[in-house]
């Protein structure tokens, strides 16, 4: 079984030496880029891929209906003291009641039949905090592991380091 504690659990010696390549690549070149790597583990499948940050809004789309410029108004307009009801008529005027209608349908569908939790404002944190650590000179890679098919959990987002609590442990 897993340890949240310790995300890199479970990993082959290999999955291991790989990490630790790359750490050591990503050490050499500290430069924020959109080809910095991302790791996914799928630990149904005990996998850990390298993706590129550039391509994980493909791999893993984030989900925005909560950002729909629709709700974000509303939300904005409640903020400045306008009653919910005045906030969703001038939503109403400013967008269509049509395209309204949709984004909330689509925020509740998206509640309701929650296949993950990697919505858009979590996605775009991981990349601020990414930048910041590699423009402080910080050797640093996130790791996403996915959930088990079927389970309660979340995604699991990790700062994979050489001082990660497995990475010390790497003789087998």
């Known amino acids: 079984m897993d340890d949240p504690a310790h995300p890199l659990g479970g990993l082959t010696s290999r999955q ?3 990490l630790q390549n790359l750490l050591n690549d990503l050490r050499g070149s500290l430069a924020w880029s959109w080809q910095l790597p991302v790791l ?4 149904c499948w005990l996998r850990l891929e390298t993706i590129q940050l550039g391509e994980l809004h493909r791999w893993l789309p984030p989900d925005g209906c909560e ?4 709700l974000s108004r509303y939300r904005e307009l409640v903020a400045l003291g306008w009653s919910p009801l005045q906030a969703q008529e001038r939503c109403w005027q400013e967008f269509g009641d049509d395209d309204c209608r949709i984004a909330l349908q689509r925020f509740w569908a998206s509640q309701h039949d929650r ?7 979590r996605y775009l944190a991981m990349i601020c ?6 423009e402080a000179g910080v050797t640093t890679i996130p790791m996403l592991v996915l959930p088990r098919n079927g389970a309660a959990t979340d995604h699991q987002l990790h700062w994979v ?3 990660t609590p497995p990475m010390r442990h790497t003789c087998a």
């Open 16 to 18: 291991r030496q790989g």
């Open 67 to 70: 950002d729909a410029p629709e």
């Open 129 to 134: 905090r990414y930048r910041q650590s590699i």
């Open 161 to 163: 380091t050489d001082s």
């Open 115 to 121: 296949k993950h939790d990697w919505t858009l404002q």
């Open 40 to 43: 996914i583990r799928q630990r």
